[in-house]
């Protein structure tokens, strides 16, 4: 299998070391050869190349199996509005050209992280959801327009578009016990929303076997911190879901925690929800399990069931034990690199209890 690592910015690259950490030892213990390729995006590749993205980094993306981001971002470029390159840009060059149009982020409770949330145990316990964002339409790629006082930025949506989401979105729903999908708009006031609730309610009609409901973005953003277990899948557009999954990464106990994968027909790519979190950056105490469990997705995804099931189960060790980072593990947190190597060490011996 071959897999393109984009590292990109801020604490990128020293939580893809952990996660490569964990792909070699899946090729130890099950003999698999990953054959992996480095490439520029974001800040770095603006450093190194002029450009948020080159056309060898999406050459590189398309022709290998899959991809595996670390983050992107930079403090250097947010607060200055005259800059027009900016390293987000290269993140969504690069969803455009592979036509990663769902996004699925999966979000679910630890019972050992209940009481690091800041939600109270009772709202949060069992809550077992996923995000389908959808990734490459809507206000971020719309036209965008910019004068001294005035500026647009425009949110189209078309109903080929809002279907091929939905599909994905019914059909992972119908794989899950609950099978419930809920879709966030803001139907009663943005006409786009009208277009998404209308689609989904024909492809309603095609998946009896799904109970469907909607809800408005305002209402949902405070239901999912309110009573979130009311929720399976959330399916809703680009700009909802990025804020909607910041927000829910509360229910976990910590944003560095949350995998996702981005896919379209005919490429995928795997990171990690959070960003670039600079002001970690080199020290070595960024969480690189939202990374790892995005490397277990990929492996799932491509059919090595039993490999992605090592990993969580690691996953699932360290959280236990608490061998986690400061973020969730606030009274003796260990080093990026140590959480790595625990995963590391168990996939390769997992100890008995
Ligand atoms: C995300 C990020 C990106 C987004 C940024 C880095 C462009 O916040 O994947 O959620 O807004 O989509
Ligand atoms: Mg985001």
Redesign the pocket.
Known sequence: MKIAVLPGDGIGPEICVQSLKVLKAISFKFGHQFILSKGLIGAESIKQTCLPITKETITLCKSYDTILLGA??DPLYDNDPQINLRP?QG??ELRHHLGLYCNMRPIKTYNKLLKVSPIKQSVINKVNLVIVRELTSGI?FGNKWRSKDEAYDICTYNKHIIKQIAIQAFETARQRPNKHLTLVDKANVLETSRLWRETVKEIAQDHPDIKVDYMFIDNATMQIVFKPIQFDILLTDNMFG?IL??EASVITGSLGLLPSVSFGNHYSLYEP?H?SFPQAKGHNIANPLGSILSVSLMLYHFGFKQESLFINRAVNESITLGITTQDINHNHPCTTSAVGDFVFSYILKPRRR
């Open positions: 992107v971002g987000e993140l969504l971020y990025d999954s910041d929800v960003g």
